[in-house]
């Protein structure tokens, strides 16, 4: 990885990480009601976008970083946010998650760009055990996770605190031993592939 940050390309998407001036075009999707009706956040302020971007932008200057909230670019535009985590250095488990502009549904951005955050997860991360949530009514993201060998484990009732209701969520997992018996390609997978680091 690059002093300066990170960046992933795949067939068509590309993630980089977030700049100061990513604002209005994080916003522009942000505040829409119907891209966050399934998230536990938004819509967003201008605010809120403003101390989201700034957070993420200031994660490249962590000496230990061990989480990546990433811009998504499609044909040079920026149309939605994709992250991987650490939850766990010794057990080495993390989370991932994404959300991406209403212009760009159905497209398999989100699908490419969870591989994406897989391969960095499985390789410069060294990860073996990548957790996603959902919310029981988002069959999109069911999709999404499904395409990317994420395996479903179970229903968390009462996960979520969203505007002062409990709400359940739908747990998915993937691990890094079920991509190498599944997939020959998974070695290529893990050590970065497709994502190429600058």
Known sequence: MAR??????GPRVTLRDFRADDVD???AFAS???VTQWST?????????RSFVADAAAEPASPARTGFTLAVLFQ?????????WTTSASDRNGELGYTLARGVWGLGLATEAAALLLGHAFGPMGLVRVEATCHPGNAGSVRVLEKNGFTFEGRLREHRLVGGKRR???LFAALLSDRELSDPAADKLAAGSPASLA
């Open 4 to 9: 300066d940050g990170i960046l992933l390309h």
């Open 25 to 27: 075009a994080v916003h």
């Open 32 to 34: 829409d009601p119907v």
């Open 41 to 49: 956040w938004g819509p967003n302020t201008l605010s809120d976008t």
């Open 76 to 84: 040079d535009r920026l149309v939605g946010t994709a992250a991987v």
């Open 168 to 170: 359940d969520s739908l």
